[in-house]
């Protein structure tokens, strides 16, 4: 049987990314049937990597069949997975989040999680040696991953690791990390094709404060006024977008990678509330600036009040 390597829902560029890399390795080096798949369409950052290493788009799946082998990256949250599983056969888990628990497996499985910015960095620690069999497509993959969740070192979950690593993997390639993190962020900037349902919904995840659900949204650019210039109608399609899903709110997050601070769009007194509580904020309007805010991981998540 063919193991399944498979990141979360809403896939950006760690979750496209990585299962094409521990594809490669469990195929080439392990000797491990694999495939890489993922779980929705990737990002336009994603999909810029995908065509600048010539690499094959992963096809979509929806669910996972019973006892189908499969290794999850890049999450560990169930509610981020395909609905089926906890009947696949998780044989792996390999991330950089916090563990969340829920799901269930068919025996003992080896789970790396470690205090990296990207899973990518800890998928090259695991492969050690063998790291360096990796074609030029495997290690931009890598590197692209690396910047992205790094957003180019300037996000607060920069490790000196992760930077060692892609400063290596760029050495290796000729690349300039700071014009390669460029190019990267100006595919990610470049939203104008996307509803705002589909900006509300690419780079999100579920979250619950307090008893209340969220889908909590960053979109990173270098060019936020384009994001920004359209909070008319996305406040007004959040309120669609969180029927839908089933949560209390969309809360947007347009993080400005190139000064380094985010705003949160504010359509209601529910935000207005989280704002305040949670960033210490004051909030006069549809919408508040937050300074140094960069990462849902370590700033966003961890401080959301109501």
């Excluded at 056969?89 to 499985?109: F, S, W």
């Excluded at 892609?166 to 700071?178: E, P, S």
């Excluded at 969180?242 to 990678?257: N, P, T």
């Amino acid at each position: 049987m063919t193991t399944l390597v498979l990141g979360h829902k809403s896939p950006d560029t760690d979750s496209t990314g990585s299962p094409i890399l521990w594809a490669w390795y469990l195929n080439e080096v392990k000797g491990v049937q694999a495939e890489a798949v993922l779980t929705g369409e990737p990002n336009t950052e994603a999909a810029f990597m995908l065509e600048k290493w010539s690499l094959t788009k992963p096809r979509i799946i929806a669910d996972l069949d019973d006892n189908q082998a499969c290794v999850i990256v890049d999450t560990n949250n169930p509610a981020e997975l395909p609905a089926n599983i906890n009947g696949a056969d998780v044989q792996a888990i390999i991330d950089h989040h916090k563990l969340v628990g829920g799901l269930e497996t068919k025996g003992p499985i080896d789970i790396t999680i470690r205090p990296l910015a990207c899973t990518a960095t800890i998928m090259l620690d695991l492969m050690g040696d063998d790291a360096a069999k990796m074609p030029d497509a495997i290690k931009g993959a890598a590197l692209t991953c690396i910047l992205s969740d790094t957003l180019g070192y300037r996000s607060p979950t920069t490790t000196d690791h992760d930077k060692a690593v892609a400063d290596k993997l760029a050495a290796d390639l000729g690349l300039d990390v700071t014009a390669y993190a460029d190019e990267m962020f100006a595919a990610k900037s470049d939203v104008s094709a996307f509803s705002d349902a589909e900006l509300l919904r690419m780079d999100s995840k579920e979250y619950e404060v307090q008893g209340t659900k969220f889908r909590v949204s960053v979109l990173e650019t270098t060019a936020p006024a384009i994001v920004l210039d359209r909070k008319a109608s996305l406040i007004d399609s959040m309120k669609s977008v969180a029927k839908e899903d089933g949560v209390a709110q969309v809360l947007l997050f347009v993080i400005d990678i190139l000064n380094e601070e985010a705003t949160l769009l504010v359509p209601n007194d529910l935000v207005k509330t989280v704002a305040e509580k949670s960033f210490d904020a004051t909030v006069t309007g549809d919408a508040v600036v937050l300074p140094g805010v960069m990462s849902r991981k370590k700033q966003i998540i961890p401080n959301l009040k109501l």
